[in-house]
């Protein structure tokens, strides 16, 4: 990724400069493009690595205390409600 982002950056500030509306260019990665970044990596992952990572991200998911939560939402739901209730205390 660290090398690839300098491309980027230069392709966006060239359209910037072209009178396009473009994202942010910073100096360093910005979040939308690591994102980016790390799909396409996992797209190319073995089957074994994708589920050694969905195992992974069910046991955080495992680790959540869901009291108070409706049992039939969906657990990426109720995982987003705990983490925003958490932060607001």
């Not at 990665?29 to 195992?55: G, Y």
């Amino acid at each position: 990724m660290s090398d690839t982002w300098p491309i980027e950056r230069a392709r966006l500030l060239e359209q910037k400069s072209n009178g396009e509306e473009v994202l942010d260019a910073p100096e360093a990665a910005p979040l939308w493009f690591r994102n980016k970044t790390t799909r396409s990596e996992f797209n190319v992952e073995t089957e074994e690595v994708k589920n050694e990572v969905e195992k992974y991200r069910q046991s955080l998911l495992e680790d959540i205390d869901l009291e108070g939560i409706d049992p039939e939402t969906d657990p990426e739901e109720a995982k987003r409600i705990v983490e925003a209730t958490a932060r607001k205390k």
